[in-house]
């Protein structure tokens, strides 16, 4: 608690709330940014207003919450009181030697789809008996100043912050079709159909090139996905041509490579961590888990053959060093 006047207290989780709005515009929002119900984050709200004398932070429009003058005069001090709060969470995160407890991990969907194929598993695949992950999808890297994960697993570098970044490998993709039985038909056929990414996902990089794809040869859109399980059984269905991490693809019976994995698509991930958290147990644990899956499913994530994600056989061995160091 921090005081106020000697008259009252400055709660920070009421603060975080309040930054929170301040950047997403309304109570909705701000909950699922902070995992709070909408109810939580209207209280807290009105506790901090009502430390600065009333509710007179926020102008309330039709379409959410912005920050009037007396509002925008608190954010830079929140944002030190936010600052400083962080720093000591992450110190305290830092010094547990405890393996146990949530580590959240910002991904996008082709790594999303990799870790989450072995999590659970036993022996040398598995994570510490103590430790959940979470892994948070999007397609932007969570802000790990501000804890909205504790690491991230991307294919690019931030270009600023605080950060401890290594590489860990890369993972190919192709184009797939549902396999037929007959002799497998290398290349998409001229009018094809084809699954894709969604208007909003345009600007991918690979939503580009699949697109160039579609126009080259004389094939048509017939269903644009936002997530790649819904890609992957749109394809298993025989729905059309589409592009998936070789791992996914070749490990499925019912598919069918249409292409050699992508050049240009190949991607290579690393590991980000904030540096205040690069040495906690749980995080260190994670993050030599996940360069252990790169390294010893090297051959699969590359494309080199139709190979079983299980198998473990002719794979590099693990480099145990971890990518905090």
């Known amino acids: 608690m921090v005081a106020v006047n000697g008259s009252g207290s400055i709660d920070w989780d009421d603060a975080r709330v309040f930054l929170a709005v301040a950047r997403h515009g309304s109570l909705r929002a701000a909950g699922r940014a902070l995992g709070l119900s909408q109810p939580t984050v209207g209280r807290r709200l009105a506790a901090f207003e009502q430390t600065f004398g009333g509710p007179t932070l926020f102008d309330r429009l039709p379409d959410g919450l912005r920050l009037n003058p007396a509002g925008e005069a608190l954010v830079a001090a929140a944002e030190r009181l936010e600052s400083a709060a962080l720093a000591l969470e992450r110190r305290r995160v830092a010094g547990s030697p405890t393996l146990s407890g949530t580590v959240r ?164 991930y690393w590991v980000i961590v904030h540096r205040d958290l690069r040495r906690a147990a749980c995080v260190r644990a994670v993050i030599d888990w996940i360069r252990d899956i790169f390294a010893r499913h090297r051959d699969m994530l590359a494309g080199a053959g139709e190979a079983d994600p299980t198998r473990t056989g002719n794979m590099a061995p693990a480099d145990r060093k971890s990518a905090a160091d």
């Open 105 to 268: 991990v910002s991904v996008g969907e082709w790594a999303e789809s990799l870790l989450a194929r072995h999590c659970g598993r036993a022996g040398k695949d598995g994570l510490p008996p103590g430790i959940i992950l979470e892994l948070v999808e999007s397609p932007q890297t969570a802000n790990l100043a501000r804890r909205d994960a504790d690491l991230a697993l991307r294919h690019g570098v931030p270009e600023a912050g605080n950060l401890v970044v290594a590489k860990v490998g890369a993972i190919a993709g192709a184009l797939y079709r549902r396999r037929d039985g007959g002799e497998p038909v290398r290349g998409p056929q001229r009018g094809a159909s084809w699954i894709t990414y969604t208007e909003e996902q345009a600007h991918y990089v690979s939503a580009r090139w699949l697109d160039q794809q579609i126009r080259n040869s004389g094939g048509r859109v017939v269903l644009r996905a936002s997530n790649l399980a819904m890609r992957v059984e749109a394809i298993r269905a025989g729905v059309g041509i589409g592009l998936l991490p070789c791992f996914a693809g070749d490990s499925d019976p019912l598919l069918e490579r249409a292409t050699d994995p992508v050049p240009e698509l190949a991607a290579d």
